[in-house]
């Protein structure tokens, strides 16, 4: 089977709305301007790229690592690492050719061994303990890891799946760097780590010996953590930061005139996410109670303008072959009285009692913790929100699971299952303790799944079993709205979470 088979996966795969697009500008570097910066929400969790969680550690990292491959801005992979690849027929043995001149930021050259130690870091054949769950061997993914010569690299993995060649966008380190990866992280992205300050924010400088030939423009990006929604406005229109990914629809209103205001679809699923473990929440009448009570419209109305999708399972409407709509299983609308007959049903009469934990660093789900706290209340139950600390809700929500429910995003790659795989039962990023053995089963279906429309049926299955069971209360895909600096172009939107600085440039008025 070669490439082009899976280049032909990856079209049929990823039908969705075209997300590539350019700020406005000359084409022309202005010489005394080479450093931008960008205001993101949240302090990171990990340096090191085969640890770090939280989205927005990678998108940053998107700039300083690189895997065999990589996304681009259409949602295809383009070769980086690796400068080719080809898979089994069985689909069982992936052959990667190396890129020749490659250099880590240290100014050493990529070898064979860098890659192998990557790889089994990430399987967890060094220790036993896999970074990255796709590409663990217990779930059927690399089970060795042979250097054929200094430019070849053969991974064989323990069961075919289509979608596994996504995962080796996994960063490639120096060999035997692991340990160093979280203080001195060395990659061979377009820019090279200088300093982080915890609560500040991390600086990266250009690599002056990238692969690709005239990346990046830039001399310097910071990214400047922003404590507050308000606090980022005021950075914007005080001239203290130069982009900001995460606009607010009045915030973006309040900006057109000034910045360059640019907008699409998202990769990430916004919800009411509902912890099955407690006990309150464990009874599926009380969380199909919670699903009742909600006015998707809205919240989408109120917080996003109308520019989000409603969903109501974990599968991004733009992959479209995998999506179904199940929007209807519990209406767009709320309706309270049906809300009301089930929590009496499941012996709540006089409602019931819901503390919400929200990152209060994204406004977006602070506002709509807000809007989804009134609704519910309609329908009998007191729902209270809890403001918390990203680190705390890394580590209480996510990572502790010690919550009833939590309003936030989380994100896809460019497959399908990446959503799907996290609700397995032990999944180590189910944080919302779902459990259904015939989920589980049917995904193991999927991921081996070799039919492009078997698969996509064994995916709607998936959806459908977690809006029954009312899993999570899913609200919606929202947009993503950016402001950028006049003098800037070159910002480009991609179908999953980064901040691409690489092709930003400073442009002659």
Known sequence: MKKRISVYFMAALLIMTALGGCAGGTGESSEDKSSVVVGIQQDIDSLDPHKATAAGTKEILFNIFEGLVKPDPNGN??????????????????????????????????????????????????????LMSTLSAEKGGITSVDILDSQTVQVSVGSANMELIYSFT??????????EAEAHPVGTGPFSFVSYKPQEGVVLARNADYWQSGLPYLDEVTFKIVNSPDTA??????????IYPYLTDSQAAE??????????????????FLNNADETLSDVRVRQAICYALDKDSVNE???????????????PTLQDFYVDVNDVYGTGANAEKAKELLADAG????????????????????????????????????????????????????????????????????????????????????????????????????????????????????????????????????????????LSGYTFYPVYVQDMSVVRYTKQ
């Not at 919400?356 to 309609?378: C, D, G, R, W």
């Open 233 to 242: 406005l005021l950075d914007l229109q005080g001239g203290s930061i130069d």
């Open 170 to 179: 996994a960063a490639i380190i120096p060999a035997g760097s692991g340990e």
């Open 348 to 487: 709540y009469p006089d409602g019931i009692e819901l503390e919400i934990k929200v990152p209060s660093n994204y406004e977006v789900h602070m506002q709509t913790a807000e809007v989804v706290a009134e609704q519910l209340k309609e329908a009998g139950i007191n729902a209270v929100i809890a403001p918390v600390e990203w680190g705390t809700w890394l580590d209480e929500v996510y990572n502790g699971r010690n919550y009833q429910a939590t309003i936030s995003g989380i994100t896809c790659d460019q497959t399908p299952g990446y959503l799907l795989n996290r609700f397995q039962t032990e999944s180590p990023k189910n944080f919302i303790n779902y459990a259904n053995a015939k989920y589980d089963e049917t995904y193991l279906k999927a991921a081996a799944s070799l039919d492009l429309a078997e698969k996509a049926g064994y995916y709607k299955e998936l959806q459908n079993m977690l809006v029954e069971d009312a899993g999570t209360a899913f609200l919606s895909v929202p947009p993503i709205t950016v402001a950028v600096k006049p003098e």
């Open 302 to 316: 109120f917080v996003f303008g109308g520019n989000g999708a409603i969903i109501s399972s974990a599968m991004l």
């Open 77 to 130: 992979l383009m070769n980086a690492v690796a400068s080719d690849y080809s898979i089994s027929e069985d689909g069982l043995v992936y052959t990667f050719t190396l890129r020749e001149g490659v250099k880590f930021h240290n100014g050493d050259e990529v070898t064979a061994e860098d890659v192998k130690y990557s790889l089994e870091r990430c399987a967890g054949i060094l220790d036993g303990t896999a």
């Open 255 to 272: 900006l057109s005139g000034s910045f360059q205001v640019m907008s699409a679809p998202s990769n990430v699923v916004q919800a009411l």
